[in-house]
């Protein structure tokens, strides 16, 4: 025991004399990674920007097809209402106005004609909206009619697509979509 307790204590002194050297060396190897690392952090993360300065806007919406819904609105009204005098006052003087396969009428006094002749071939109509859609310069109104035929006597119930296309406040253009058939004597 004498002999390794010797040996164990001379491996000690040795150690401790060796010991401050590395651990400096460590200590300056360490120091110098820990620099390396911080220089490589400041390369790839740019140094922060301050705060934008916070903008208040106010933004104002505008409807740009309000006035074309106005428009479907009085479309609407005049035809439940069964109103000639309202709905001419929407058409411009150069309207054209097509019924299902039939060539387009074309100016007031043809759509009054148009008008009478409708007139004439029922005893009573009604014709309520389905559904309503308005854009840009378009107005779709999906009708549900009701009338009865004055040939026949016969009630006919039927769907209507009606297109109007609208310049200046005005309709210029209109197709109706439906069954000619069913309107036959």
Do not use: C
């Amino acid at each position: 025991m004498g002999m390794r307790s010797g040996k164990a204590l001379k491996l000690k002194k040795i150690v401790a004399k060796k010991a401050p050297k590395r651990v400096a060396k460590k200590v300056v190897a360490k120091k110098a990674f820990a620099k390396k690392v911080a220089a490589k952090k400041a390369v790839a993360k740019p140094a922060a920007k301050a705060p934008a300065p916070k903008v208040v806007t106010r933004t104002v919406t505008t409807d740009k097809n309000a006035a074309l819904r106005a428009i479907a609105q009085r479309i609407v009204d005049a035809t439940v209402a069964n109103d000639e005098a309202a709905m001419f006052v929407l058409y411009d003087e150069r309207v054209e106005s097509q019924e299902a396969n039939n060539p387009p009428n074309v100016g007031l006094a043809a759509l009054r004609e148009k008008f009478a002749a409708f007139a004439a071939m029922m005893t009573d109509g009604a014709f309520l909206p389905r559904s309503v859609a308005a854009d840009g310069k378009t107005i779709i109104i999906e009708w549900d009619g009701r009338m009865t035929l004055t040939a026949s006597g016969r009630v006919v119930e039927m769907r209507e697509i009606a297109v109007h296309e609208i310049e200046n406040g005005k309709i210029v253009r209109e197709r109706f979509y439906y069954d000619p058939a069913l309107l036959a004597p």
